[in-house]
């Protein structure tokens, strides 16, 4: 089934406490991307990859590193979170030139 | 980016076809209009878009007006599982790479009676 996976999928941790979000497709996408969604603000973009090795920032990047070593793995890590960090992150996918987005099913984060 | 207005809900019997309107009065040749939907804090999934023409897809039909002014998303055949927050993107054609952050607006709370 193609799919985009995310883990964990809930999350409550620390204000300071390094965490990774991974994300994972097997679509063999060239192009993911990192959200947020928070209530009356929408979803806002926080990086973006368009293939291996390459990234660029989205919209809302500060607080966030991204890496792409492999194609269908695009992790979202916060070195030192804080508690504006605190969202609903999605992960989603797509064919470099297509228009449909596959989103995974989200990460609810909460920092204390 | 045009932006896009789209009431915050609406009712649809369950059964009945289910039509969701959206503006888009500033849209420009080159952009096309996106439907996604997001049930429930679950990740958006895409439905359908277009350009000028109409267009329908397994899931639904969209109506694009001649002046591309607006546009309409009809589900034909409304079931609970419908129910869910519908967003109208409009955006440029990808380029083959870039940034391409989608803007969900609101959108419009769609519920389906039984």
Known sequence: EAQVTQNPRYLITVTGKKLTVTCSQNMNHEYMSWYRQDPGLGLRQIYYSMNVEVTDKGDVPEGYKVSRKEKRNFPLILESPSPNQTSLYFCASRRQAEYEQYFGPGTRLTVT | ?114
Request: charged share 15%.
């Open chain 2, 1 to 114: 980016d045009a932006k896009t207005t789209q009431p915050p809900s609406m009712d649809c019997a369950e059964g009945r076809a289910a039509n969701l309107p959206c503006n888009h009065s500033t849209i420009s040749g080159n952009e096309y209009v996106y439907w996604y939907r997001q049930i429930h804090s679950q990740g958006p999934q895409y439905i359908i878009h277009g350009l000028k023409n109409n267009e329908t897809n397994e899931m639904a039909s969209l109506i694009i007006t001649e002046d591309r002014k607006s546009s309409t998303l009809i589900l034909p055949h409304a079931t609970l599982r419908d129910t869910a927050v519908y967003y109208c993107i409009v955006r440029g054609a990808h380029s083959g790479g870039g940034a391409d952050g989608l803007t969900f607006g609101k959108g419009t709370h769609l519920i389906i009676q039984p």
